[in-house]
Structure formats: structure tokens, C-alpha cells
């Protein structure tokens, strides 16, 4: 709120988190870094000021591994210019025609945001197409959620994306008049925004009117695919800044950096060219290493000696639908990565069918959820019936996923249940 | 309460919390008479009524000398509470940078900005800044240093040998008593110096050469600070808005009407000295004298433990004498600006009057310690109050005169809560 006599404390998290993001980008940490103010006035800035970090930011000069789709590039480096801490300003809602009164026209300024930390990260100027920048943006995406230092939700506000975008002349070094655009709310509006303003500026130059680019921050209008002014700016904006004198500065010791380093998980990158070498797809490995629990997951399903690519099918297949359609999250399911192990294991080495055990403890429960399940699933058990034994495993885990912690029979009987259901019921 | 610094621009605000050094004095039982209007052109000095109490803590400084209150708090940035203190001959200290936790103090100059303590007597002072001392987790600036027991470092005078200031090494700033400054305050002060070499002190002359760099230098930070931290005051969320068709006039007109003229003089400047192309000759360059000086007395702290000077280069000016020159205003602030730079704790005390006007003016001087060492001071002056007796004498005589039917009442009330000097002064 800004209010007189408030003032603003450092949330030592946010420095973690810092310190985490600048390790997986491969950055140089400052070992001792400093906050300053960023001046100028707008309703949803309540001091006036915003607390950044300018010219010494906590990490800087690192670089992103990214993998484009194979016709886009493939494998590329992008460079990282900075990473920086600062505060959010809270959110102006423009409602256009003022529900509350015809007369008088006003925007609600929304404050619950206000002060809380943001990580800046600025990339080089390295990509060169829409695509490039998506696939930066996302890989960004998936390192933070890797890191755990954001869900990375664009629509929740969590992630956010401004590009600039300048061309040159071929054989030309300097860099052409950059142009920033803001309004982008998804990967996909980064590609297209980024394709439509390069070609606006090739036109522009190719008429000779290359001095109509100027440097302005555009808006990104969604719904005319095209990008437009929004303000021009008038020269460079003076935010005198100076070092902000309510927060002390941050010093960071080699046995802070190396503890937050060894507590880095196996980062995206590191993870796909595992997943490469253990001889899946590109397909597979990027589907896989997209969400780091379900390559935690995969992981420990392998963990138990099951076939690579057959943990890979039943993941990316069976259980991603299933997932999907129960909108449950795989730390969600039931099933776990031995019983999935387990269950390949077996329809592997064609052992459905085998021995009957002893003990089968409340046989009924069993029999309630196989019942769901053969109801739930008619169109399998036709194909079931027309002689599509092999279906017997995906009965198995279908039943697994929804019931096997529950269950205290051994697998084997439950396994030998179905086999007797599906029999008798396809009789 | 309201709480309107003295601004148009915050007029009917009332703050949603306490700040922490006032919710401290609360819990320790305090009782908050009031709330004097900062700077504003009312009040005046209590010594005499046609001259200014001091600024910007001159109504704290004259309710404790109008004897309305015991004890009070202001604000020091360069020199506001120990300013005031020394023009209407009360108590005033400025403990050391991050002592007392900002919380709920309106900024003026972050890196600058203590609270302080007025009081009758240094004992009071004591009382007063122990029970707002202290870490604070809303303020990022204050230190986690223990606070010790200031009141168990007095001494009562009979206790004391007759030289109790034996060790002490005090060293007056030779640069303090020179010229710019008037003769009487001067002649003041080395009396009051000459007492303490009576009392036991080793006396030395002091030179800091950088001294005089500290005005301008703290004029620079103060105002580009304070520029900044005036800038939420914009209308919109709190305090007088005066309502625009645009963004701008809203900003522009709200300001312009909330702002008193000094303020507004305060903000151009500061701006101006923080701007694209200014910073590295002014800001910058006056961060790096300020490390000069901080250094030159460190340095000095280091051969001495208490360093002297005068508070302000002379008695309570007329009311209105300074308007219309603000450096000669300014200017008034040598003594105290070059403490807020180095972020050290520092006690006025009157010492004497100068006879000006109407009747007696009084006269301060200032001790200047180590950081965080307040408790040395105020061990050394828990002995002085037996050389303030003759300031005691005419307060009397001042109050005899003014204040005869309130006089009793506020004995009787100061020897229920706290026993000082002063009270067992007025029943005699």
C-alpha cells in the first residue's frame, strides 16, 4: 500500500530461489549484491518506487539448453544476460466502460500483488525466430517447475513474457531498433507475436520506411493477430535509480551457494540426454523429461528392471489417459512405479495366468472394482471376446491404478481374479 | 490517531497500525499525551515566544519544556531532535543508526532517520530510549545488537568521588569552535568543557578536517532520499486527493496543493540531484564523502570516548527570520548533520544561556560516542546534572513567571511516576 512509516523486508526465499535459478542457467553468482529503487509514478506502483536490482544483479552470463523439434533447429544454447530479484507492482483492471457508474470512467487498481518477490530473467538476444523464443520460453517453464521455485502458470500470472524485437540487414552487426511487446499470455501468442512484428519490420524496411521503426512498446492484440503502439517512448525513461537504503545488501557465502547446488535435482536437459542414451525416441524423451514427476516416475519404474520402452508405452499411453481423464496428477494415481514394474514384468514373461494363491483377503472388494472396471471399459472387453487375450493386462491395470494400495492379496491373485472374470464373463 | 506529519496531504489520515517504538512504549505503560504537529508554524519556543523551538522535532522539544509532558519522541535526520533540544534547553538524544526500529516513522531520509528522545533529565532521556530500543523484523535497518540496561549505568550524584569522570578521554572538535560560530555559545561550551576537567576528563582538541564536507554532502542524500520517499504521497490510496480528468492533473494537482513550499523546494532538488547525468557528480560523490567522514571519526572515537561540540552555531532564532534564506537555514545544521552521516549516537544537554530578546536563551552542547555506545554517555552525564543546577535554577524563575498554576500539578505528577532532578528541584 505504500502507506507513511511502512517499510519493506527481504523474504530470504526469494534469494534461494535466486540462487537455484542462476546454478540451473548456468550463471555467475554475485557474491555480493545490492537492491535498488526504480522510480516513476503509476497507480499500480504505491511508493512511487519499485525495488529492483540494476546494476548488480545476483547472477549473470549464463546460458539454456533448449531442444527444438528437430526441423526447428534441434538441440540449440541461448545465452542468459541477467537474473535479478525485485518486487511486483500490483495490477491495474481496465474495465472498459465502468460498471459502476456511466458517468465516470475509472480503472480499479488491484494491490494484493504488490511487494511480492519476482525473479527477472533476460535472455541475449539469441533466438531468431517466434518458435525459438516459445520453445526458450517453455524450457524456462519446465526448469522452474523442475526447480520448484514456481507452478510457471502463464495463465495464473505465475510466469510472464515480454519480448523486444529488432532486425538488421544481413552482414549488418549492429543491432536494428528494438521493439518491445507486452499482452503475450501464452507460448503460443510469444511465436506468432514475434513472427508478425518481424515481418512488419522487414515490410517497413523494405518500403525504405525502416525509420517508421521506432523504438515503442507494442501491445499484442490477440484477437486481430497483430501487434500495435501503445505508447511511444520518449527517449530512454530516467528511473534515477540509486541504491535502496531500507535493505542491506545480499551476501552470499560458497557454502550457501554450494548447499543450494547440491540440492539441484537432474536438471531437463541432463535428464533428456539420459533418456536418449537409454535408447528411447526424441518423442519419447521429450514427453518423459517434460514433467519431473513423471520422470520420477518413469525413473523408478526402470528402478525395478522393467523394459525401458514398455515403461515408456504404458506412462505415455495407458496411464497418461487415464490421468487425463480422472484429471489426476501421476502422484495422484494408486498405482505405484514397483506395481507398475511389476505388472510389465509379468506381461512380459507371460505369467497372467499363473499359479492361484492361497490367500485372497476380501474377495468381494475385488470383485466390486474388476466389475467397475469391466463395465467402464465395454469396447475392450468385445475385443477381449474376440480374442484379444492380451488385453488381460490392461484389465489388470486398469484394475491396479484404482484399487491396488488398497488391496492386501498378492498380485498374482488378483491377476488370476481377473483371468476367471474375463473368462466367465466371455462365456 | 491522526497522524498528518503536518502535511495538507495526509490531513484526516489515521494510520491502521502503531509503530513499533510507540507499541514498545505502550506495553511498557506509557502513557501518549499527544502528538505534536511536526514543523508546523505555531509552536514556538517556550523560552521565548517570538523564536522557533528548533526543527523538525520542535514541538516534541517544546512540550517537554513547556513541562506539558515528561518525555517525548522525535525524529533526528541531521540534527532534529538535538537541534530543538539545545534552543529550548531540554534533553534531546539520537541513539545510534538501527538502535531504534523505523517501523511507523514517516521517512524523510532512510539512511538517515533515527527516533529520538526529549526529556527534563538525561535519566528521563534513558528511561525513555531503553523502552524503545531493540531488533525490530519489519525494519530490515535495525540491529540485532542486545540492548543493555541503560538505567542501571546511572549514578546518583551522592554515590559519585569527586573526580567520577576520571579516564575519560574527551576530545573537542576543534573546527566546531571556530569561526560561524557566535562567541557566546562558544564561550558556553568551553565552560562546560572546563567543568568536565574538573570532574576528572582528559581534554584534548580534536581535528577533523572533512568536518565542514558533511553539510553538503548530507544535503545531497537527505534530499534525494527524501525525494523519493515522498513520492507514495500521491493521492491515490490515502491522505487529499484532489480529483483530475487524467492520470497527471491527478498526480500533479494533489501534490501541488498537499505540499508546503520547502517540501516541494526539497523534492526538485533531490530529483534533480539523483538524475540521469547528475547522479555520479552529486549522489555518488556525496556517498563517498560521507565515507570520509564517517572514517575521520572512527578514527577519532578511537583515541577518545566522547567527542564535544556545540549543538547549533547559535541560541533559537526569530520566528520567521529564516524564510527567506533557506542555506543560511540550512547552514544551521553544521553541528549535527556529520552524526546522521556516520550513524553515531549523540546526547545534547544545555550547558548555559545567552542573554538575547526577552529574556535568557538556552544553550546546548553535544557529546558524541562510538556507535551503540549511548550507555557511555549517559553514564557521564548522569554526572552532570550537579553542573546543571544553575540551569535548574532559572528554569524555575522562567516558570515561576509562565507557568506558576500548572507548576504544581506537574511536580506532583512527576514525583508519582518518576523520581528526576527536576522534580525534587520544584519542591524545594
New interface residues.
Partial sequence: ??????????NSKVIEYAVKVGLALNCKLSLSSKFD?K?Y?Y?DL????QISQFDIPIASGGYLDVDLPLEFGGHRKFGITRVHMEEDAGKLLHTGNGSFSQAIKFSP?D?NRAGVPLLEIVSEPDMRTGIEAAEYAAELQRLVRYLGVSNGNMQEGSLRCDVNVSIRPIGQLEFGTKVEIKNLNSFSSVSRAIDFEISRQVLLHSQGQANQIVQETRLWEEGAQKTVTMRKKEGLA?Y???PE????GVTLSEEYINGIRDSLPELPEMKRRRYENLGLSMQDVLFLANDINVAAFFDATIGTGADVKLAANWIMGDIAAYMKNEKLSVNDIKLTPKELGELIASIKGGTISGKIGKEIVDPAEIEKIVDKVIAANPKQLEQYRGGKTKLQGFFAGQVFMASCSELTTTKRTVFCYIDTELVSRST | MPSTAGSRLLENYRPPFDATAVRKLRESGAIVVGRPIWMSLVTANPWDLSRVPGGSSGGSAAAVSARQCMVALGSDTGGSVRQPASFCGVVGLKPTYGRVSRYGLVAYASSLDVIGCFGSSVADAGILLNSISGHDKFDATSSKREVPDYQSQFVAIDYLESKPLKGLRVGVIRETLENGVDSEVISSVRDAVSHLEELGCTVTEVSLPSFSLGLPAYYILALSESSSNLSRYDGVRYGKQVPGDELNSLYGDSRAQGFGSEVKMRILMGTYALSAGYYDAYYKRAQQVRTIIRSSFKEALDKNDILISPAAPSVAYKIGEKKNDPLAMYAGDIMTVNVNLAGLPALVLPCGFVEGGSGSLPVGFQMIGAAFDEANSKLFLGCFIAFSKCYVESQMHYFQIVFYVDLIAHAFIQLLDAPSIHAACFLI
Fill in positions: 500500500m505504500g502507506l507513511p512509516g511502512a517499510l519493506p523486508v527481504l529503487r522510480q509514478f497507480p504505491p511508493k512511487g518506487y487498481v494491490l530516467d534515477r535509480y540509486f537504503p531500507d535493505l542491506p
